[in-house]
């Protein structure tokens, strides 16, 4: 009598060889499709690379940190020259420049740059510009119309007459002006001074 077992061996023993047979084009047709798309993934990823179109230069944005910072804030800062800074940090910022005795203290020259520092117990009290790349939030700085910068920043000025033109002085605001020809030819920052106590 033949063993049950023995009619199904032969069976079993073609399943598995039939099997083992098919597992390997499938797996090779999985790997081309998953070739094939990544390869299709790559392309359109590099096509749309060279078609989109180039990233517009962005201005820097304007902090009291940033080096490359233009704006005048009066009584406050022009750019990183903040009213307040030590000389030392100055020198970190713009190099040592050309000095002067001024008054109180000395005057750091920066003619490349347009800009003039003055400091006193080795502290900015005061900064002018005649570079036109500085500007207020309003726009207005040297080589300005002087009508422009009594629109932007308020008439509430004195007016001192000078050889060649005047200055208006805003000492509450902390703001001066050099005007000539009604062009503005500096523009100044100074601590704004407190109004006068009421009797």
Do not use: C
């Not at 399943?15 to 790559?42: C, G, M, N, Y």
């Not at 902090?63 to 800074?85: C, F, M, N, Q, Y």
């Not at 003619?111 to 400091?119: A, P």
């Amino acid at each position: 009598m033949r063993d049950p077992g023995a009619r199904f061996q032969p069976a079993n023993i073609e399943t598995v060889s039939e099997q083992s047979q098919q597992k390997p084009p499938v797996s090779l047709a999985v790997r081309f499709i998953l070739i094939a798309s990544l390869v299709l993934f790559l392309l359109a990823t590099v096509s749309e690379v060279y078609r989109s179109p180039p990233t517009p230069e962005m201005e820097p944005i304007q902090t009291e940190s940033s080096a490359k910072d233009t704006l005048i804030v009066p009584g406050v800062r022009v750019g990183a020259l903040t009213l307040g800074l030590s000389t030392g940090q100055l020198n970190e910022l713009l190099g040592k420049g050309i000095l002067r005795p001024h008054d109180n203290g000395l005057m750091h020259l920066y003619e490349e740059l347009g800009i003039v520092i003055y400091s006193e117990k080795d502290k900015i009290v005061s900064v002018t510009v005649r570079s036109p790349l500085f500007k207020t939030r309003g726009g207005v700085g040297a080589g300005s119309d002087v009508s422009d910068v009594l629109q932007q920043m308020g008439s509430e000025s004195e007016k001192v007459t000078t050889a060649d033109g005047y200055i208006l002085h805003n000492w509450k605001r902390g703001w001066h002006a050099g005007v000539r020809n009604e062009k503005v030819e500096f523009f100044q920052i100074t601590l704004p001074l407190e109004a006068e106590p009421r009797p």
